[in-house]
Nanobody
């Protein structure tokens, strides 16, 4: 199973970015999917997750209302639309796949992408 994240870059405070994650080597619709991030010097943290069975999503409090996770089963692609970006959103963002339906816990994820860097300038 391979996950390829893309879409990171440099953006000003208040700007927007959309991350993508293409997944291959498995049946995409079987996976619970998530986004995590790791800022310099900090632990990896949960950002958002989307369930495999029902189109249900959950977010961390820090991004709720600003970020939207979505999936396109026909394209085997996971997305993270990020709006109103703040300097504290600066991090490497990782997409991940789980054999569970949905989870906020990184330990429940079986497959990980390589990460894409998002930098928000103030």
């Amino acid at each position: 199973v391979q996950l390829q994240a893309s879409g990171g870059g440099l953006v000003q405070t208040g700007g927007s970015l959309t991350l993508s994650c293409e997944i291959s080597g498995t049946t995409f619709s079987r996976l619970g999917l998530g986004w995590f991030r790791q800022a310099p010097g900090k632990e990896r943290e949960f950002v958002a997750t989307n369930s495999r069975n029902i189109d249900r999503s959950y977010y961390s409090d820090s991004v709720k209302g600003r970020f939207t996770i979505s999936r396109n089963n026909a394209k085997n692609t996971l997305y993270l639309q990020m709006n109103s970006l703040q300097p504290e959103d600066t991090a490497v963002y990782y997409c991940a796949g789980s054999l569970l339906s949905v989870s906020r816990d990184s330990h429940d994820y079986d497959y990980w992408g390589q990460g894409t860097l998002v930098t928000v300038s103030s």
